[in-house]
T-cell receptor, first 113, second 111 residues
């Protein structure tokens, strides 16, 4: 079956603009995670959803970052007033509730110029 | 913060076994050891996980010491396509706790 799907795969935006990144998890996966990865670093946890609710948003760096998952499936990561430091790969992952294996998408490469 | 320590880089000759070490001396009794890898420009890929017994699957073997303070991931016959960053992570699987990544080990398989 299909894996975790992320769109867009690449996004270039100007400083100060608003950006939305979409994640379509594996069908039936109730847990969904967002990570951010800068060059040369491991992925950094941002937020985790169990169903529709954010169970842990402790990794969001500031209030410019927000994520939603209104129907418990697709999730959108929203970044307001983008800054050059937001340039990174944004990874989405999903798993079954209590599942041992977390599956990652290919990421959305965001460049803020 | 990541609870694991890994060497930053390793080389391995193609066709030979790649042995990637990981220290997790503060691992808790209910934490599992997970290994993921990330090939350039791709998302992380699950490899294997274990609690205390050694595990083997089609990709690799995981050897966990008796005191559980360290482990080794073994790729029995490394190929060029195994060149990647390998992450060792400890995690309690219940409650869907997120994976906490360190910097991993960059494995280069050389022809």
């Amino acid at each position: 079956g299909a894996g975790v799907s992320q769109t867009p795969s690449n996004k270039v935006t100007e400083k100060g603009k608003y950006v939305e990144l979409r994640c379509d998890p594996i069908s039936g996966h109730t847990a969904l995670y967002w990570y951010r990865q800068s060059l040369g670093q491991g992925p950094e946890f941002l937020i985790y959803f169990q169903g529709t609710g954010a169970a842990d948003d402790s990794g969001l760096p500031n209030d410019r970052f927000f994520a939603v998952r209104p129907e418990g499936s697709v999730s959108t990561l929203k970044i307001q007033r983008t800054e050059r430091g937001d340039s990174a790969v944004y990874l989405c992952a999903s798993s079954l509730s209590g599942g041992n294996t977390i599956y990652f998408g290919e990421g959305s490469w965001l460049t803020v110029v | 913060d990541a609870k694991t320590t890994q060497p930053p880089s390793m080389d391995c000759a193609e066709g030979r076994a790649a042995n990637l070490p990981c220290n997790h001396s503060t691992i808790s009794g209910n934490e599992y050891v997970y290994w993921y890898r990330q090939i350039h420009s791709q998302g992380p890929q699950y490899i294997i996980h274990g609690l205390k017994n050694n595990e083997t699957n089609e990709m690799a073997s995981l050897i966990i010491t008796e005191d559980r303070k360290s482990s080794t991931l073994i790729l029995p016959h490394a190929t060029l396509r195994d060149t990647a960053v390998y992450y060792c992570i400890v995690r309690v699987p219940s409650g869907n706790t997120p994976l906490v990544f360190g910097k991993g080990t960059r494995l280069s398989v050389i022809a």
